[in-house]
């Protein structure tokens, strides 16, 4: 799994697996996800990251793993 946030566009991308894009669908406003050609979820995006968590340190971002 690799995370990164997009200063320029202000989107942070969560991609799950490394198969090829087949698609992708914005299921919300500002979150769109990515399937492959099995209709799995391999990416998720989320616009405007910044506005939707003020005061959030996207430079360092840290994941926990239950």
């Not at 209709?39 to 990251?49: A, C, K, S, T």
Request: cysteine-free; hydrophobic content about 40%; aromatic content about 4%.
């Amino acid at each position: 799994m690799r995370v990164r946030y997009d200063q320029a566009t202000d989107a942070l991308y969560v991609r799950l697996d490394e198969s090829a894009v087949a698609e992708s669908e914005e299921v919300r406003p500002g979150l769109v996800l990515d399937f492959d050609e099995r209709d799995q979820v391999v990416g998720i995006e989320l616009r405007r990251v910044s506005k939707q968590s003020p005061g959030a340190n996207l430079k360092e971002i840290s994941v926990q793993v239950a």
